[in-house]
């Protein structure tokens, strides 16, 4: 008999759960290496990950995702993965907050031209073309991750709901 494995899909409460630990985590190799940008951009995603589990959670991690985003980015200006993540930032925190749909498209974009391979800043620019009911540029985006990283399920998830036009 096969020993069962946890689901992939977590309750909003383990991800809170699991994010808090890695947040713990993550301050602490930033206390340790301060000058790795991808330890900024870990801490920054996690504490957005705490925002999108609860808005009020922003009063609490808003500045920490965004000034640990913003400091991988200055740490390393052509990491990908950073502007992936401040993208995603900016898709979620409103435009009359300094962020917006626009700035994340833009973010994607500068992924992209930095790694044209990068299936994840792909995948994203499509959802948040999609926002924006620009569903065949949306489409072509979310084709090219599905290319780029044929086992996502939730890039061919977007993919399939994203109407032709």
């Not at 985006?141 to 998830?157: D, T």
Request: glycine residues 8%; positive net charge; charged residues 20%.
């Amino acid at each position: 008999m096969r020993p069962r494995l946890p689901s992939r899909c977590a309750t909003k409460a383990q991800a809170k759960n699991f994010a808090e630990t890695g947040i713990a985590a993550a301050e602490k190799a930033v206390s340790l290496k301060s000058g790795v940008a991808e330890y900024h951009r870990i801490l920054g995603t996690l504490c957005g990950q705490m925002i999108s589990s609860n808005g009020l959670a922003a009063l609490k991690y808003g500045n920490c995702a965004i000034a640990s985003v913003n400091k991988a980015i200055e740490l390393d200006p052509k990491a990908a993965g950073n502007y992936v993540s401040h993208g995603v930032g900016n898709y979620y925190l409103p435009a009359a907050l300094g962020g917006g749909v626009d700035l994340a498209i833009k973010d994607f974009q500068k992924a992209i031209e930095l790694d044209p391979k990068l299936a994840d800043a792909h995948l994203w620019l499509g959802i948040a073309l999609r926002k924006q009911n620009r569903n065949a540029e949306a489409r072509k985006a979310l084709a090219k991750a599905v290319e780029l990283n044929p086992n996502r399920i939730w890039a061919k998830q977007q993919l399939d709901k994203t109407p032709a036009q």
